[in-house]
């Protein structure tokens, strides 16, 4: 059975290190997601193109991640996805909060941070999500792509 992931694709800001999957650089809105893009577009219909600015590095256990803002927008999305889809919560309901955030590495944490940090800050547009689908959790393409506006 296939698995999706609802992301905001910022495709080249950074080289991903050591990731687990293939997936492009992103900020996650919902995964595991739904596969129903037409519902998906509905509950996005709010949403405008944004600017973002990546301009702190953090961490969580084995991660390195890059801090959006503004990070209200990426929490709206969420937000408006778990009303929609309340049987998809975020990563399966593993955590009580919603952290958006743009994951460069899963090893090498201290090289990566020495190697990114010099290039803060990294801005960019967030215009589009991106529903990605996976046979096995490591490997995704784009099912659809919906602009934001």
């Known amino acids: 059975m296939p ?10 800001i950074v080289e991903p290190v050591g990731l687990l999957n ?14 129903d893009a037409i519902e ?9 193109p944004f600017e973002v600015t990546f301009a702190r590095l953090d961490r969580f256990p084995g991660v390195l991640w890059l801090a ?25 309901g593993a955590y009580s ?4 955030h743009l994951t460069v590495a899963q090893a090498q944490l201290d090289e990566t941070a020495a190697l990114v ?3 803060l800050p990294l801005a960019s547009r ?15 393409h784009e099912h659809t792509t919906l602009d934001l506006g």
């Open 40 to 48: 998906i577009a509905k509950a996005l219909e709010p949403f405008d």
């Open 117 to 119: 940090e010099p290039l």
């Open 68 to 92: 959006p803002e503004p990070a209200e927008p990426f929490v709206a999305m969420t937000e408006a996805m778990i009303a929609r889809f309340p049987d998809h919560p975020p990563y399966g």
């Open 22 to 35: 293939d997936l492009p650089a992103h900020v996650t809105i919902l995964w595991p997601a739904p596969g």
């Open 97 to 100: 909060s919603i952290i958006p």
């Open 3 to 12: 698995e999706f992931a609802l992301c905001v694709p910022f495709p080249g």
């Open 126 to 140: 967030a215009e589009s999500v991106v529903l990605f689908e996976s046979a096995d959790g490591r490997h995704w």
